[in-house]
């Protein structure tokens, strides 16, 4: 059993940065692909950024020269920059088949 614990949402202007963490705990494989996804009111949720099993790197097209996601041990970030009132949403964390709670990010125009 995996737990993940997102953290790092929050209020900010559009324009802003904002960084996600999220922290992997229980019985952890390294060899496994992380995700960050988000789903806005009245929307499905959708994958903005991962990690493969391999290591390879992958973005939506929304976050790609804006978002960049790293890895260290157990826990994944989502560094987000020139964010836009798009970009609100609850944003989950994914490892394997496993899905953290969500924190709230909210860009205000």
């Known amino acids: 059993q995996v737990q993940l614990v997102e953290s790092g949402g929050g209020l900010v202007q559009a324009g802003g940065s904002l960084r996600l963490s999220c922290a992997a705990s229980g019985t952890i494989f390294s060899i496994e692909s992380w995700g960050w996804y988000r789903q806005a009111p009245g929307k499905q949720r959708e994958l903005v950024a991962g990690?493969?099993?391999?290591?390879s790197l992958m973005y939506a097209d929304s976050a790609k020269g804006r978002f960049t996601i790293s890895r260290d041990n157990a826990k994944v970030y989502l560094q987000m920059n020139s964010l836009k009132p798009e970009d609100t949403a609850v944003y989950y964390c994914?490892?394997?088949?496993?899905w953290g709670r969500g924190t709230q990010v909210t860009v205000s125009s």
């Open positions: 994914k490892k394997g088949d496993n």
């Open positions: 990690i493969t099993r391999g290591g």
